[in-house]
């Protein structure tokens, strides 16, 4: 681990601590080798005093008792009926699922209890069919959970719910999932699945994905290939955000310290979905100048950015805008404007090494661009050194000879500094 790794983790450590995040375990990554490295990544987080609620599935561990018993099931995750025979090997599979787990939770020294905290009613005819013993959500009991995190006692929930008459009904996880996380207001909530997160999208653009890309996400063909399970917990994730969790995850189990990867970092391993300001960009404070000018250093001594001190940036800290992940300063850009000359220069474009590739370059761009025609700029201009190809590729700047539009005194800076840093320009 790299000491720059160990200062992104701990950065985090004090923005969980006293934070409840639901946890939804699929059945098919409680039946993995994996799954003693997950039960781990839980006793860390809890040791960090994170509230945890785990909410399991058992599709698989139902699917394999009953093959054993030569039952046909009705319906594998209680999004349709349950039959009599279903609800059988259901609620034995689901009893056993969790005495193990429980097992395994003591075993680490983590207090838990199960408790009939989901009250349901039968969800009757749909479609013209009898959906049996399926149940639908009526309320979760907030206060008993609440309760038990207080006495830092963790909550493990069966996908099953009670109705007033004493009739025991199956429910679908991810669905127990989301309403327990919206009842507790939770900080996140994070559905472990046995298989990545795959939405047909490229690397980066699958990292976050607000609410309303989601539902656009939803609506296009190539999400017909994608598998039922992972449509469903994109529409679950959604649903959550729109009903007040800020942010969900979805990560593949399978992988090592999957819990821990997707957490502590900003980019994580999985899918987050989000409904808050996960990612914006944003006037710098003067509280942002030491990380500025912390992640610029490298830049400088690379001869790509003109090296600043901080009273040069605190004095013209106006200028500039800050690209913000998840609370974390990783990218600057300013906009040095000459109102005379109805001019302004695109200056100090810089994304941390880490989060390159990312598109944040260009939103700083786009966004600087766009403040300049705000204020009535005309025309944009920058000298660079290194990047003057992409910029003429990518926003359509061209290089000019004829220095005498530059600024009278930003043309006598560049002629000092011995930089000879072309000079690129762009019409607005």
Known sequence: MKFGDLRGILQYVPQFRGRTFVIALDGAVMASENFSNILLNLAVLRSLNVNLVLVHGAACQIESLAKRRGVNLSSRDATGPTDDETLEVALDAITRLGSDVMRDLTALKIRTVTANVITAHAAGIIGGVDQCHTGKMDRVDHEMLEGFLEKEILPLLPPLG?????????????????????????????????????????????????????????EKAELDQVCAGLRSKLQQAIRACREGVSRVHLINGNRDDALLAELFSNEGIGTMVFADDYRRIRPATPADVDEMLLMM?????????????????????????????????????????????????????????????????????????????????????????????????????????????????????????????????KEL
């Open 162 to 218: 009670y109705d007033g008459g004493g009739h025991t009904l199956r429910m679908n996880s991810d669905q127990v999932a989301v309403a327990v996380g919206v009842a507790l207001r939770a900080d996140k909530i994070i559905f472990v699945t046995d298989q990545e997160p795959d939405f047909g999208l490229d690397l980066q653009s699958a990292r976050q994905i607000s609410a309303d890309q989601g539902d656009d996400l939803l």
């Open 297 to 425: 250093r490298r830049a400088v001594a690379d001869e790509q950015l003109v090296e600043r001190n901080k009273a040069e940036v605190l004095a013209r800290l106006q200028d500039y805008l800050v690209m913000e992940i998840d609370g974390n300063v990783v990218g600057v850009g300013a906009l040095h404007v000459y109102a005379e000359e109805k001019a302004a220069e695109l200056a100090c474009i810089y994304v941390k090494d880490d989060h390159e590739g990312q598109g944040y370059g260009r939103e700083l761009v786009e966004t600087l661009e766009e403040k300049a025609k705000s204020l009535g700029i005309s025309w944009l201009f920058m000298l660079s050194t290194q990047t003057s190809a992409y910029f003429a590729s990518k926003f359509s700047y061209r290089e000019s000879s004829d220095l005498s539009s530059m600024p009278t005194d930003r043309r006598q800076k560049w002629e000092q500094n011995g930089r000879n840093a072309r000079f690129l320009v």
